[in-house]
């Protein structure tokens, strides 16, 4: 199974998505500096993910997490 999800910055409150296989792992690489585009960040929180059976699936939902409309549907997910 593939995830598309996002977790929200401790630090500034800033939010990062994104997509991978296994999504306790790819917390723990968040939360432990692996990841060098936000490695400054603070520590994460998963606050949104969806499940998919393929990684194309996940890779184009999380494309669809940055644009416009999937801000504003995360938007209605997240601040419920």
Do not use: W
Not at 43 to 70: D, H, L, N, Q
Request: with cysteine; aromatic share 16%; glycine share 8%.
């Amino acid at each position: 199974m593939f995830y598309a999800y996002v977790i929200r910055s401790s630090f500034d409150g800033s939010y990062y998505k994104g997509h991978c296989e296994n999504l306790d792992e790819r917390l723990d690489q968040h939360n432990s500096g692996m990841t060098k585009s936000i490695k400054n960040k603070g520590s994460f929180e998963i606050v949104y993910y969806e499940i998919f059976e393929t990684r194309p699936e996940a890779i184009s939902r999380e494309k669809y997490f940055k644009t416009g409309a999937g801000r504003r549907y995360l938007k209605s997910k997240i601040l419920r």
